[in-house]
């Protein structure tokens, strides 16, 4: 633990807000989610609350599975880096986080994307790196079947090699001969404001917790409980070491989506409105995807057949695998773990008032669990506007979060030097 350590703050925004029912709520802005508008207001509020980032998530297949529960799901997001140029525009400190996949992507068009939203921006660009866990995802493409994991993590970190080569040659040519690219050439554009934008990953297997320590800047990660968090956060830094890094060139960042009430009584009624607004069938649709195996003919109010679930995945993923134990230590029916997944989407949530976020918040801080959270408001534009007029200011008396922004771009929020260029990559 670094002393005078201070919390980080990023904004994950999703159509409606990160409960599965927040579009159904009539405080939710849900009919505005396509405009511009929705995300200035979003926008201005982070900074506002002087947040590093803003984070777009990308979506390359509809939300719904073979069929199920079409419409009761949130739409899609909109293209993430035409959102995050948007709202560069509209703001003046805020990072911009858009997530593309290297599955799916060749290195030269996202240095050149990302390139240009860290000059417009002034040097706030961030990726997201991801890989794309989706098998439908491969369908849009004509790549069925979706590559196999640990391809998947191969082809990526080939693919970061590349695209940081590209961002610190500016405009002279590189020559790139690996297995997955061959790029002979140059950006030509001038180096990016910030040398090169944040990558930002979210790997949660081994070979992704590998890819994460070895090129991730910030990394956002959904621990439920303060060991899990404090588990994955020891492990980063392990593998991070394994790669020569210093654990400080990272920041950990778990998931968190609160519900707010002046209250301990106001947070819970609110938290019952919203598991009313969710159908059982979404609850259920929620944990078989999640669970990687089909509920769908089992009464809502039958215990998660755990021992089944994990005789028919094996491998699940290893948060997957947290929660079915939850499910087992908690005596969950499937109805009542729907309705936790349905809240969060399977990350930490948190019920109270803004003083028990923050004495949860500093918990976490000082006890190694994180280096500050990613932010999921159960429902926009409201609940985030209560997180940062009522427990931003909290936070700030108590001195783990910072009054105001330290520089103008995203590195100097997150603490982070501006890397030198490695040319001999070239
Ligand atoms: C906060 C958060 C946001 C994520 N956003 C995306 C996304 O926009 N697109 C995507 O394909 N995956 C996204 N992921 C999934 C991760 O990239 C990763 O696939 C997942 O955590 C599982 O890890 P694994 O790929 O190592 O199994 C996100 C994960 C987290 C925790």
Redesign the pocket.
Known sequence: MYIGQQLHFGL?IYPGGHHIAAWRHPDAASEQVTELDYFRRCALACERGKFDSL??????AARESRGRVVGEVAIN?LD?VSVCAAVASVTEHLGVVA?L?TSFHEPFLIAAKFATLDHLSGGRAGW???????DQ?AANFGREPHME?SL??ERAQEFVDVVRALWDAGERPIAHRGRFFQVEGSLGLPRPPQGRPVLV?????????A??ASIGEAI???PTTLPEAQAFRADIHALMAACGRRPETVKI?P?FSPILGSTMAEAQRKEVELDELVHPRVGTWMMSEYLKFPLYDLSPDAPVPAADVRAANPDL?P?AGAFLDRCVREALTIAHGGRILARSRT?QSFVGTPETLADHMQTWLTQGGCDGF?L?PAWFPAELDLFVDEAVPILQRRGIYRHDYAGPTLRSHLGLAVPEPVLAAA
């Open positions: 994950f984070f777009v998530g990308d979506a390359l997001n993430p997530t996949s997201n790196v991801v890989t794309t866990s989706q995802a994991k998947r993590y990953q979210a790997g949660g297997s081994p070979p992704g917790r890819f994460a956002f990660t959904a960042l998931g993923s948060a990350h990613n999921l």
